[in-house]
């Protein structure tokens, strides 16, 4: 078992002694987050509300990909585009004393492929299964361990 099947599934974001830009690892992939210049970053990566919104694009993507494959349906290609609602900097601002939070985020999926009405229908359907979205819609709890 190498180390990467055995670190029990976690995620880890390293953030230096000064500004926004974290490292962020899972398994072994390895990419950056930070907060654009206007909010006191360097822009070299995605905010984390952006990382949460490519989970639900890449999410949806990928479960309506995976349903027109078990079909064999004629799907050449899936654009999903998310977007929320809600000004990040207000978050930002005011996340130290309220509670904040994306309310509402806004998706766009573009199916291509000679694809029949009841087809398209049934894949945007599927696209509300997408596990992401279905743990969106939940209460998550968020617990810190082992401090």
């Known amino acids: 078992m190498t180390k990467d099947e055995d670190d029990g ?13 974290t490292e962020v690892t899972a398994r072994s992939h ?16 995605p905010t984390p509300y952006e990382y949460l919104l490519m989970a639900l694009g890449s999410c949806t993507a990928m479960t309506v990909r995976m349903y ?4 064999s349906w004629p799907l050449e290609r899936a654009e999903v585009s998310v977007r929320q609602a809600r000004l990040h900097a207000v978050d930002c601002e005011n996340c130290p004393t309220e509670s904040v939070g994306i309310e509402r985020i806004e998706r766009r999926i573009e199916l291509d492929g000679p ?33």
């Open 9 to 21: 599934g976690w995620v880890v974001s390293r953030v230096g002694g000064s500004g926004f830009r």
């Open 30 to 45: 390895h990419s950056v987050a930070d907060e654009p210049i206007g909010l006191g970053g360097t822009d070299a990566g």
């Open 68 to 71: 027109a494959d078990r079909k």
């Open 115 to 147: 694809l029949t009405d009841e087809q398209r229908k049934r894949l945007l359907a599927v696209a509300e299964r997408c596990p992401v979205k279905q743990t969106l819609g939940k209460e998550i709890r968020v617990e810190t361990v082992g401090v």
